[in-house]
């Protein structure tokens, strides 16, 4: 990349056309809005984690550019929503690095099942669209950040 240091941007992809958009930090920062390359649809940027459903798995997850963390929570445990506000914040902190997902296991029992996911909170890790990694249980924020570090983009 020409002038522009590949960690000095984050991907964006267009909620209209589906292209992955590299828009630079320092227009984001400076609050100027990024449009897609392809279709010119105004960019989403948003820090919250992705509702992923078995509908859109594959397109969000199996097809990312970047590496997922997907939480396999569902609204009765209270685990998952003791390890919620630390999703938020990792999902905030990596933006441009990192896709998070949350996955209500209740409502997306397919994907549960693929997945074999028996216990939740359970985060699994996805990079090139494989899952790399899978956290089970109520973890520290910081415990959860070191396990996704070799994967972040």
């Given at each position: ?22 828009v630079p930090r320092e227009k984001i ?125």
């Amino acid at each position: 990349m020409t002038g522009t240091d590949m960690t000095d941007t984050e991907l964006i992809r267009c909620s209209s056309c589906g292209a992955n958009n590299r828009v630079p930090r320092e227009k984001i920062e400076h609050g100027l809005q990024p449009v897609c390359g392809r279709c010119k649809t105004p960019l989403v940027i948003s820090s919250a984690p992705l509702t992923i459903t078995d509908a859109n798995f594959s397109a969000e997850v199996e097809r990312s550019p970047l590496p997922v963390l997907l939480d396999m929570w569902a609204p009765w445990c209270g685990p998952c929503k003791m390890i919620a506000p630390a999703i938020e914040q990792l999902a905030a902190e990596n933006r441009g690095r990192l896709r998070v997902g949350k996955l209500n296991v209740d409502e997306n029992p397919v994907t549960a099942e693929r997945f074999n996911v028996r216990s939740i909170p359970a985060l699994l890790v996805f990079k090139a669209g494989r899952e790399v990694d899978r956290i089970v249980g109520a973890q520290p924020k910081a415990a959860i950040a070191r396990r996704l570090e070799p994967f972040l983009a």
